[in-house]
């Protein structure tokens, strides 16, 4: 008895079930604006089947793209006239992401087992053409959104973009000739870092690691990100995790070690970050890593090693004038060193130190006369008056107590 019972509970749900579909079906097909079916699709949608669930966000893509495709023919419309008609651009924008976003939701549950257990899509091959249109609409669409400091419809837009073209709705689809995909990535990761999305702002930036053009700015994005992050000390460990996971993937990238040594720097980490330079200049030497050497040297008062690393970095860009500044600095105070130590005579290595100081801070002064990289005046009068060159020293006078 109790089985028969269930039997015909069973019975009776699945003929209400049935009704319920038949009503949805009728009540969505006859819906004639966006958002109404958009009600009547949420109302019903926890007792829906998948291909009920994908009918009905089918109808949001039609009556969506209606809304778009009239708004686009008269824009488009007026670029061949040269009119001026007017057309309601914002609801073409959300109506075009409405269409992309229903057409995604739509596939998700067309690409499900019927009632006969088979995936048999009904609406596609349909939707992935339909829609590209409204897609690509958003490149535009964000940008302008941007341009207004509307950073939360930017993130939106581009954003979409990017995320729709891993989607299966685009599976079939060929993107061979979107070779600006990366450059639309970073656009989202900008906008969502000005939206202070800092977790979409990394994911979005890491699209773009292996773009020649834009990893490098990506990355900043996204370190950007990260630190903004920083509230506890747990947030510090999981930097510093992420900084030294990132380091590993790219050790020859100079931002990552340069970030990872500034994290040691702060939170005084001494011997991590020495035994950081020393690993990079060995296995990874860059004009970063021997300016770095030659810092940590420097601070440690080791004057010979810290310009034996940074001549290995002007050896490498010759233009780096902080480095060649620090050189200066390094050689005037291992002149010093060795005066002090004759009996405050100036030895043959004594005025070597003191020439060489000096004729870098010449190439300096000749590549940054108003001293706006690098102050190299009081500097070089001490060299002058440490070499015992008065005169030069006294042309200097003014402008060191400037």
């Known amino acids: 008895m109790k089985k028969m019972i269930m039997m015909a509970v069973a019975a009776l749900v699945a003929v209400s079930a049935g009704a319920q579909n038949k009503d949805f079906q009728k009540l969505i097909k006859a819906a004639g604006a966006y958002q109404e079916a958009l009600g009547v699709l949420n109302s019903n949608l926890s007792g829906l089947s998948a291909e009920d669930k994908a009918l009905g966000y089918n109808k949001l893509v039609d009556l969506a793209l209606d809304k778009f495709n009239k708004e686009n023919n008269i824009q488009l419309t007026n670029q061949v006239t040269q009119k001026n008609d007017p057309f309601d651009k914002a ?20 690409q499900m087992p019927n009632a006969k257990g088979k995936v048999a899509p009904k609406f596609h091959k349909k939707n992935a053409e339909r829609v590209i249109v409204a897609r690509n609409a958003l490149l535009s669409a964000g940008q302008d959104l941007y341009n207004d400091k509307n950073y939360q419809a930017a993130q939106d837009a581009f954003g979409l973009f990017v995320d729709s073209r891993k989607n299966s709705l685009f599976s079939e689809t060929d993107f061979s000739k979107e070779d600006f995909y990366t450059q639309i990535a970073y656009f989202a990761a ?33 370190v950007l990100s990260m630190k903004a992050q920083l509230k506890t000390k747990e947030d510090s460990v999981k930097y510093m995790n992420d900084l030294k996971a990132l380091h590993a993937q790219e050790p020859s990238n100079e931002r990552f070690f340069s970030l990872l040594t500034e ?5 005084q980490d001494d011997a991590a970050k020495k035994a950081l330079i020393d690993e990079q200049v060995a296995k990874y030497p860059s004009k970063m890593a021997w300016a770095l050497k030659g810092e ?39 002149a010093i060193n060795l005066r002090d130590a004759n009996g405050g005579n100036l030895t043959p290595d004594v005025r070597e130190y003191l020439q060489n100081s000096i004729d870098n801070l010449l190439i300096i002064k000749e590549k940054d006369p108003n001293r706006e990289m690098v102050n190299w005046a009081y500097t070089l009068y001490q060299a002058y008056y440490l070499i015992g060159d008065e005169a030069k020293a006294k042309e200097l006078e003014s402008i060191v107590q400037q």
């Open 296 to 334: 940590s040297d420097m601070n440690d008062s080791k004057w010979k090693e810290a310009i034996a690393a940074y001549k290995k970095a002007l050896e490498l860009d010759p233009d780096f004038l902080q480095v060649r500044f620090n050189l200066a600095l390094c050689e005037n105070q291992q």
């Open 263 to 267: 994290y040691y720097q702060a939170t």
């Open 91 to 110: 609801g073409m924008i959300e109506a075009g992401i409405n269409a992309l976003k229903a057409a995604m939701e739509c596939d998700k549950f067309d």
């Open 190 to 222: 900008l906008a969502a870092y000005n939206n202070h999305d800092f977790a979409a702002a990394s994911k979005y930036a890491d699209y773009c690691k292996d773009d020649a053009n834009y990893a490098n700015d990506a990355m900043d994005v996204k």
